[in-house]
């Protein structure tokens, strides 16, 4: 059973920045691929950045293509959304959540449907 903590949330002015890191425990890393997802009032969870479970391959939806990073740190079991030039729009929960994945596991995923583990979520406003 792998839990997902996400933080870094909060409230910033649009145009800025907010990193949010997400934390795993009870599995195995490395052996998981990653994503983050979002969920603004009124709306269903979208799919935002997605990474495979090496690092080596990474997706964006087009809304945040160019502003959003992924990026892990196997060793730190850690999982990190950095985001800039934030937009209003941007005002959602965000959730991290995990795969386990086999052989060499050089995709990402996604689909909200093909994670099998979700942390609590970080509220982000980003105010205009």
């Known amino acids: 059973q792998v839990r997902l903590v996400e933080s870094g949330g909060g409230l910033v002015q649009a145009g800025g920045s907010l990193t949010l890191p997400c934390a795993a425990s009870?599995?195995?890393?490395?052996?998981?691929?990653m994503g983050w997802f979002r969920q603004a009032p009124g709306k269903e969870r979208e799919f935002v950045a997605a990474?495979?479970?090496?690092?080596?391959?990474?997706g964006y939806a087009d809304s945040v293509k160019g502003r959003f990073t992924i990026a892990r740190d196997n060793a730190k079991n850690t999982v990190y959304l950095k985001m800039s030039s934030l937009k209003p729009e941007d005002t959602a929960d965000y959730y991290c959540?995990?795969?386990?994945?086999?052989?060499?596991?050089?995709?990402?995923?996604?689909?909200?449907?093909?994670?099998?583990?979700w942390g609590q979520g970080t509220q982000v406003t980003v105010s205009s």
């Open positions: 009870g599995g195995t890393f490395s052996s998981y691929a």
């Open positions: 990474i495979s479970k090496n690092g080596g391959s990474t």
């Open positions: 959540a995990a795969k386990y994945t086999y052989g060499s596991g050089t995709y990402y995923l996604s689909s909200a449907r093909s994670y099998d583990y």
